[in-house]
């Protein structure tokens, strides 16, 4: 804990390639960023506050955090209650999310980043680890692709049949996957599936599982282009999708 107490406090040394974010109840505060240990540095914040972007990624002062071990629903997903009547899943996840969120004081501790740059991190809220309550509570998977953290807390989700597992909830992998598949037939050859736009807003990038992923159109003309992958989007400058 000393180290810790030192990073919120600023303490001018380096530590360990690990980044931690702080907060109050209603915002976080960017302590460091996950670098390799011979490029460790620290940064201030300005307490800007953290945005929930969807039920598994939060957006801190330029920073994206993702939450380690779970995948929550798409924005654009939607699953069946037992009724069979269907609700916006993924937005319900997110203000699942957010909730969790304001509780308050928030920690969010990780050593790596994945693919995109995003901080594979573990928060937690009031004590309360949010990462396992998001699959406890239902709005979550347990990502067992990546891995074996949450396993226990999405079978204690099923047996109780909590949030989306109360009805039919297709895995958001499989949501992700078939929405690639069946993206809009007028893109390039290949696997050039993203759309890049340049709106009012700036230059947006939109994933196949984006909700205004099917209205967008793409004119070269103007700029505009496709992206084979996240990576690529990112590197050129554009940013996701609000």
């Not at 969120?101 to 980043?113: D, S, Y």
Request: glycine fraction near 8%.
């Amino acid at each position: 804990m000393n180290m810790i107490s030192k990073v919120i406090r600023g303490a001018a040394h380096h530590w360990p390639a690990r980044a931690l974010l702080f907060a109050g109840p209603v915002f976080l505060a960017l302590a460091c960023f996950a670098l390799p240990a011979a490029q460790a540095r620290q940064s201030s914040s300005d307490m800007s506050g953290a945005r929930v972007i969807d039920g598994d990624t939060i957006e801190l002062a330029g920073e994206k955090l993702r939450l380690e071990g779970i995948d929550a629903p798409e924005l654009a997903q939607t699953c069946a209650l037992p009724s069979g009547r269907s609700y916006p899943c993924g937005k319900e996840a997110a203000r699942a999310l957010t909730r969790l969120l304001a509780a308050g004081p928030v920690t969010c501790i990780g050593e790596t980043r994945d693919d995109y740059g995003r901080l594979l991190a573990t928060c937690h809220a009031a004590g309360v680890n949010v990462n396992a309550e998001m699959v406890l509570s239902g709005h979550a998977f347990a990502f067992r692709r990546y891995s074996q953290s949450y396993i226990a807390q999405e079978t204690e989700a099923r047996r109780h049949k909590a949030g989306l597992f109360a009805g039919a909830a297709e895995a958001p992998w499989d949501f992700r996957a078939r929405k690639w598949a069946a993206a809009d037939k007028d893109a390039p050859p290949g696997d050039c599936r993203i759309k890049g736009n340049i709106s009012k807003s700036g230059r947006i990038y939109h994933m196949p599982w984006s909700p205004a992923y099917s209205r967008t159109r793409i004119d070269a003309r103007q700029g505009e282009r496709w992206f084979c992958t996240e990576a690529e989007a990112l590197s050129a400058g554009w940013r996701a999708a609000r």
